[in-house]
């Protein structure tokens, strides 16, 4: 992967600056080639890691006025010879800069080719190459955080370890299996089984933060539902803290879904506002009705809104028997007013769902819902600071298919096998773990992943 490289790192438009970024041995010298001095230098003769002042020329015609800077391999982020040239933001400038690097040699960069040289050159695992796309596509301020925890390598540090500690236990399986006559110190098939049921424990403990990290990463579908007028509309604003929806004393003006994306502590949550679940006559307002079933089918969790000043309906009862195997909040709604609803009742059909008493026109009870939301998501936040969390499916396909094939060792070693039927299970969990870090994974997936990236990254 010696060949040169070239890409346009920053985005389409207008701006300041602009940024060529170049990689590969003999990066250097070619775009020394085209660089020109005030004193005539050469790029080589200033320091490495330092801004140098020029302009880029093609047939002695300046293209631009230019900095640049060089970083010699392995000390780059490639692990190779890179350069950036810094150009005026102007698209035309750009291109002009990266067109004639072209024609002097260099190839144009494949999507991800950069961070993909910095995996094959050893500098980055596979997941960390991952989190640095998971990194700019980030939507919120938490989602951020974890992709700069396992780009530091956080989650590898965990893996790695499981991978050291299955290589260890193969290689005394392999003792006993080689020498069982020797006098050697070895493990008791006890002691493997044990071993075996910690790690199976870790490995699926990882398994289950992948629900809390696939919303920290993509986002929580989040739909409001409750019949007519019983502040649905009011509660999407209040999370909005804009006046999106249209609210009236009048049951059914929400005729239609209306999504909004939100970040609710940190977390992009997009809220759907749904029509008013009812037995109703008008053509809309039953188009509607069903468009909100749809949804609410589609959604991770459900935010029933109910009103505290009312007994119970038969619209409500109705609702409770829908959302009784999803994840879902209760907001009793109205508690300003006289209260007539029979929550105990509403509790026995929802045992475990989660209650929130508010009042929305009074700004009363949001702290708490937002609270209820995050901790449906965030399983807990010592899980993310230590960087034990999965965040790509990739990554938790693999995890879980490590925690079935040590499962499946543990009952091969209950049913009595021999040990060498063990390891077989033993190497599949090897190989699975190495799927997320980059230890065992083909070309195919190397290329799938990396195909993803912006180009320039």
Do not use: W
């Amino acid at each position: 992967m010696s060949h040169i490289v070239s890409a346009i790192a920053t985005s389409p438009g207008e701006s300041a600056i602009g940024i060529i970024r170049l990689s590969g041995e003999g990066a250097i010298e070619l775009v020394s080639s085209i660089f020109s001095t005030p004193s005539k230098r050469k790029l080589t003769y200033f320091n490495e890691r330092t801004m140098a002042y020029g302009h880029i020329v093609k047939d002695e015609m300046i293209l631009d006025e230019v900095m640049v800077a060089y970083f010699k391999g392995p000390r780059s982020y490639t692990k190779e010879d890179m350069v950036e040239i810094y150009t005026h933001g102007s698209y035309i400038a750009l291109r002009e800069v990266q067109n004639h690097l072209i024609t002097v040699g260099a190839s144009p960069a494949e999507p991800g080719e950069f961070t993909k040289r910095a995996f094959l050159n050893g500098r980055i695992d596979l997941s960390q190459a991952e989190a640095v796309m998971d990194l700019i596509s980030s939507k919120t301020k938490k989602g951020f955080e974890v992709a700069i925890d396992q780009l530091e390598g956080n989650l590898s540090i965990v893996l790695n370890k499981k991978i050291e500690e299955l290589t260890d236990l193969m290689a005394q399986i392999e003792v006993i299996i080689d020498y069982p006559d020797e006098d050697v110190e070895i493990i008791s098939r006890e002691n493997i089984f044990k071993s075996l049921g910690e790690m199976k424990k870790d490995i699926n403990e990882l398994a289950t933060t992948y629900e809390s990290g696939k919303v920290i990463k993509d986002g929580l579908n989040l739909v409001i539902i409750g019949r007519p007028n019983v502040g649905k509309s009011s509660l999407l604003n209040a999370l909005l803290k804009e006046s999106r929806a249209i609210v009236t004393h009048i049951a059914g003006t929400t005729r239609d879904v209306i999504e909004e994306v939100a970040n609710i502590r940190g977390i992009p949550v997009r809220l759907v506002d749904t029509a008013g679940i009812r037995e109703t006559d008008d053509m809309i307002e039953k188009m509607g009705v069903e468009k909100t079933k749809q949804f609410f089918n589609r959604s991770d969790m459900a935010i029933l809104v109910l009103n505290a000043s009312e007994e119970l309906a038969i619209e409500d009862e109705q609702i409770l028997e829908v959302v009784k195997d999803k994840k879902v909040i209760v907001l009793v709604n109205k508690i300003d007013l006289e209260r007539k609803l029979d929550l105990e009742m509403v509790k026995s059909h929802l045992p475990g769902a989660k209650f929130v008493e508010a009042s929305i026109m009074n700004d009363v009870g949001l702290n708490e819902l937002e609270d209820a939301i995050e901790s449906h998501i965030i399983s807990g936040e010592v899980a993310m600071k230590s960087g034990r969390i999965l965040t790509n499916a990739r990554h938790y396909e693999a995890v879980v298919k490590a925690g079935n094939s040590i499962k499946a060792a543990m009952e091969t070693m209950e049913s009595g096998m021999p040990l060498d039927v063990i390891e077989v299970d033993l190497i599949n969990a090897y190989n699975a773990i190495g799927e997320v870090v980059g230890k065992s994974v083909n070309e195919d997936v190397i290329a799938r992943i990396f195909e993803k990236f912006c180009l320039g990254k």
